[in-house]
């Protein structure tokens, strides 16, 4: 893949006409909608607009498709914030510090922070794989199993600083989480594990219906327990104040700059580099004590890495023919209707079609700020709903989420149930956020594992003598030490989880 | 248990107890093609890391001798209402397949609305049919998903289409 | 009396399970089906489910919606179908020898062999090893003596998915040339290309479509198929260089067991006029897939014919599940 301006600019030219505008613009809404529901990602929505594209000529059913791809994203970052119910994986930790935010009546400029730090790491973003796809491709395939074990095992050890001073209780929530992932097959060899003899069982637990049941059902029912009027009293104003953006400065760049990188790495997906992001603000931070009280820079860590990682994903499929998730497949099966190969040869077959891409990815992601920085406003109402209403609707839109992942009533139970053990875990005080990465990543971690011993003919060393996951190990145990350090030297009690969720 | 010490201990020691079982379940795994990771390596470890952990949390929580915050129960009232809140779900997901989607919904929301203020009774209603007729007209008719319809509203839509 | 009374009943119920059916069949499909592919995105079985979708939509009348269900190497995706309801909504990819082997060797894989009722089998591709360009292996020959010379299990193959085609295909290398290669299962091609292409593995065992995807990038060693395919004439075959190995993976559509035949009968013609659609065909030949156009009754045929060859070979290579 070669840069020049002219495809470029002849890109633009291609994808900037009145009506392909207006495609975006519906494509932007339509999925910003189909994102709100939970259980539904950009992947299911694009899938289920698809036919809609079909009716247009190629280059506007692509801006379409990438515009319902940013406006699915957004939406599920909008439920995250407003009503505490992440869309998918990626918005949870969104959700941590943007529900506070809505409870203190600032969930408009959580929400404008959502569009601006995505835009600013789209654009970011897509500069970067405008120019330096070529050298970043070749990026991608250093990481083997050995490295995708370490690096995950590395995101773990994130918890010891999201579990604040409760760390026995955040290595408990991992490890039940890590748990919770292994019931059905085993990822390598299929084997069934922890079925109990249920064959139901063996579809495993979807990590959906586990995260809408620990965020939303057990929010909404430690809410009807009190009694709330509402989640929010008031509404302040619905733009962020300059402090607040000046703040968020080095969060969207140091975010958009992690969330780039790894998502050059076919597999890793949006909800581990938003921890990842997350994490970091939250160290680099002088006031670290704020983040999951409604710290901004919680909200604009998360979203610029989610944006960044998703651009990041175009990488190896414009370089290799490698979709590296499946909203990537939905996409590149969307250039194959118009004729289009899979694999390297599609830039050196078809490069105007390509740079169309590219250009129509600039235009949605404008598109996302210019639609919904006016919708702020009217996210943010709902905000003041009272909670008799709101809180019924919110079941509705878990039901209603969690069921479309496989419509199986099955997962819906399984979501309740997480509802229920979410409830406990807010009363006995035990942190959410490590039990959620670690069903996200289990599988992965699981597998890369697996294959690295392969690698090595069952040697674990294989971890440590290879450059880059020795690095990530030595930085995991490093971590681990210092949390265990950091525990016994304050006598911290259990017992003290203020700063938790 | 009205402290969080006291839950601590007490679930430190259901958790210690948990890691067992899952170790013993770990066991039971029937292993399939030879391969370097064994399919009981994982569920092992994380038994193993769970009764450790278990064990200390009861521990630890048995020696602690500071400040001992209560645990928020919910008093009589906040305790019905989450327990009857959890019921109505739970029938909104049983009837689900019978009833189809459009209606057990519209049954839910309106019994949930109804049930957190009683007095509001045509809120509840009104929305609850709001809700079924969007559940019906927008994600089963116009994205097509295949969430259930029910037999009664089949029916009803096949006489009027009829 | 009695028994005429009875044979009515009988009669009356037979004809209208009969009449159930193709009732059922008259207004089929009347929404979208789901088509559940088993493997990561990228890899021969979501390619072929892309080049197929356009004119499967216009051949059913109905939108075709494509879903990922990942793991075990395809058994996840496999025991959700036997599960799902059999109402002709469902259907999923599925291959061979995957959907033999698996239950053979892992004693309990969620589903049976048999339970997955068959639609239609599209396709073939042969096993093909390759390494990269920049590797000093030139010819099969050299690589199956760096094998010799070094301990067993050093040389890495990876491959898509376990009890595959590429995972028995590796073994079946290893017995016939006397090594030990070191199987490793990826999610599915497209996972597996990357880790040659960073040199995490020495070869892959993969399929022919990649051939001709990554013509620029590898080495292709030697084709597990009766003759060389016209579309990659510069391969040589396994046969033609001494080893007697034909292997590689069938794919094609199944359903949950108890769908009716009434139903499958109408999804096969739709696969069927796919296939020979001139537009798909094209792309499939381009592709390096090898085009077949076997309906139920003929697939399920191959699925027995290949059971018994695969017991005599697994047997013989010691990995029956006792």
Redesign the interface.
């Known amino acids: 893949m070669s840069f020049s301006f002219d495809h470029l600019i002849q890109g633009f030219a291609t994808a900037l006409s009145l009506q392909n505008i207006l495609w975006a613009l519906i494509g932007c809404f339509i999925g910003t909608l189909v994102g709100v529901l939970p259980g539904i990602g950009p992947a299911s929505g694009i899938?289920?607009l698809l036919?809609l594209t079909?009716v247009l000529p190629p280059t506007s059913a692509i801006i379409m498709m990438a515009a319902i791809y940013y406006g699915a994203m957004y939406g599920g970052s909008t439920t995250a914030i407003v009503v505490n119910i992440p869309g998918e994986a990626s918005s949870v930790p969104t959700a941590i510090d943007g529900y506070e935010m809505a409870k203190q009546g600032k969930a408009g400029p959580a929400l404008a922070i959502c569009a601006i730090s995505s835009f600013v790491a789209g654009t970011l973003g897509l500069i970067g794989l405008t120019f330096f796809a070529p050298l970043l491709a070749d990026v991608?395939?250093?990481?083997?199993?050995p490295e995708y074990f370490a690096l995950m095992f590395m995101a773990l050890t994130l918890i010891i600083s999201l579990s604040g001073r409760a760390l026995l209780k955040g290595v408990i929530s991992m490890a039940l989480g890590l748990l919770t992932a292994m019931i059905?097959?085993?990822?390598?060899?299929?084997?069934?594990r922890l079925t109990f003899g249920f064959?139901?069982l063996?579809?495993?637990v979807d990590f959906i219906s586990v995260i809408v049941g620990l965020f939303a059902i057990s929010e909404v029912m430690v809410n009807v327990e009190s009694r709330i009027t509402a989640i929010s009293q008031k509404i302040g104003s619905w733009m962020p104040s300059w402090a607040d953006i000046k703040q968020c400065i080095g969060p969207m760049l140091r975010s958009t700059g992690v969330g780039f990188f790894l998502g050059l790495l076919?597999?890793v997906t949006p909800s581990v580099t938003t921890f990842v992001a997350y994490d970091l603000e939250k160290r680099v931070s002088k006031t670290p004590e704020r983040f999951g009280h409604g710290a901004i820079e919680g909200v604009a860590a998360p979203e610029g890495a989610n944006n960044a990682t998703s651009t990041a994903g175009f990488v190896?499929l414009f370089s290799?023919?490698?979709?590296t998730?499946?909203s990537?497949?939905?996409l590149?099966?969307g250039l194959?209707?118009y004729g289009l190969?899979?694999?390297?040869?599609l830039f050196k077959t078809n490069p105007e079609f390509v740079w169309a891409v590219i250009a129509s990815m600039y235009i949605g992601n404008v598109m996302l700020i210019v639609l919904n920085l006016p919708l702020v406003g009217m996210w943010a109402r709902i905000c003041v709903i009272p909670f008799y209403i709101l809180g019924p609707l919110i079941v509705f839109f878990s039901v209603l989420g969690t069921y479309s992942i496989?419509f199986l009533a099955y997962d819906v139970w399984v979501m309740t149930l997480f509802g229920v053990i979410g409830y406990f875990m807010r009363k006995f005080a035990y942190p959410i956020a490590p039990m959620v990465l670690a069903t996200v990543i289990a599988?992965m971690m699981e597998?890369s594992l697996?294959?690295s011993m392969?690698?090595s003919?069952g040697s674990i060393f294989i971890l440590f003598t290879r450059p880059i996951s020795g690095a990530f190990m030595a930085l995991a145990i490093a971590s681990i030490i210092r949390g265990i350090w950091l525990q016994i030297r304050t006598h911290a009690p259990e017992v003290a989880v203020e700063e938790v969720d | 248990m009205k402290t969080i010490r006291q839950a601590d201990i007490v679930i430190g020691c259901f958790l210690a107890v948990l890691g067992l079982f899952i170790l013993y379940a770990a066991s039971n795994i029937?292993l399939?093609?030879e391969?370097a990771l064994s399919p009981r390596f994982f569920p092992s470890a994380m038994g193993i890391l769970i009764f450790v952990c278990g064990a200390g949390l009861a521990v630890k929580s048995w020696r602690f001798k500071g400040e001992d915050p209560k645990i928020h129960w919910p008093d009589r009232q906040g305790l019905i209402i989450v327990l009857v809140s959890l019921g109505l779900l739970a029938a909104y997901i049983l009837f689900m397949k019978t009833l189809g989607l459009p209606v057990s919904t519209f049954l839910y929301v309106t019994a949930s609305i109804w049930f957190l203020k009683p007095e509001k009774w045509i809120a509840a209603i009104v929305t609850g049919v709001l809700v079924g007729i969007i559940s019906y007209a927008v994600f089963i008719r116009l994205l097509?998903l295949?969430f259930p319809v029910g037999s009664l509203l089949e029916g009803l839509l096949e006489g009027l289409e009829g | 009396m009695k028994r005429t009374a009875v044979g009515i009943l009988v009669l009356f119920a037979a004809l209208a399970f009969v009449w159930a059916g193709a009732a059922n069949a008259a207004d089929f499909p009347k929404?979208?089906i789901?088509y559940n592919i088993c493997f990561n995105?990228?890899g021969e079985s979501?390619?072929t489910a892309?080049?197929q979708?356009?004119a499967l939509?216009k051949n059913l009348g109905v939108?075709v919606?494509?879903?990922?269900k990942i793991?075990?190497?395809?058994?996840?995706c496999w025991?959700?179908l036997v599960?799902s309801p059999p109402d002709g909504?469902t259907i999923a990819g599925h291959n061979l020898p995957h959907t033999i082997l698996?239950p053979m060797?892992?004693?309990?894989?969620?589903y049976k062999t048999l339970d997955l009722k068959q639609i239609y089998m599209f396709e073939s591709t042969p096993n093909v090893l390759m390494v990269r360009k920049d590797s000093p292996f030139n010819t099969l020959k050299d690589f199956v003596e760096y094998a010799k010379k070094n301990p067993p299990?050093?040389v890495?193959v990876g491959g898509s998915g376990?009890?595959s085609a590429n995972d028995l295909g590796t073994a079946m290398l290893s017995k016939a040339a006397g090594i030990k290669l070191?199987?490793?299962?990826?999610?599915g091609t497209?996972?597996a290309?990357?880790?040659l292409?960073?040199?995490?593995?020495t070869a892959l065992m993969s399929y022919s479509p990649m051939v001709?995807?990554?013509r620029?990038?590898f080495k292709f060693l030697a084709i597990a198929s009766e003759k060389r395919m016209d579309v990659i004439p510069d391969v040589p075959t396994f046969k033609e260089l001494g080893y007697d190995i034909v292997e590689g993976a069938y794919r094609g559509v199944a359903a949950p067991p108890g769908t009716p035949d009434a139903l499958v009968k109408i999804l096969a013609d739709a696969f069927d006029k796919t296939m020979k659609d001139p537009e798909v065909k094209k792309?499939m030949d381009?592709?390096g897939f090898k085009t077949e156009f076997m309906g139920p009754e003929e697939s399920l045929a191959l699925v027995k014919k290949k059971t018994a060859e695969y017991e005599a070979i697994m047997k013989e290579l010691g990995?029956m599940?006792k």
């Open positions: 899938a289920i036919p079909t991608a395939v250093v990481f083997g199993p059905g097959q085993d990822p390598l060899t299929g084997a069934a064959p139901k063996l579809a495993g076919p597999g190896p290799f023919g490698i979709p998730a499946p990537m497949a939905v590149l099966g194959m209707m190969q899979p694999g390297p040869m496989r599988q597998m697996g294959q392969l690698m003919q | 029937r399939g093609v391969r097509d295949s | 929404k979208r789901t995105p990228g979501d390619i892309r080049i979708e356009q939509k939108d919606s494509i879903q990922y793991g075990g190497g395809g058994a996840l025991s959700e599960g909504y698996q060797e892992m004693g309990d894989a969620g299990g050093v890495t376990s009890s070191s199987y490793v299962p990826f999610g497209g996972s290309v990357p880790a292409l960073g040199g995490h593995v001709i995807q990554y620029d990038k792309k381009q592709n990995r599940k």
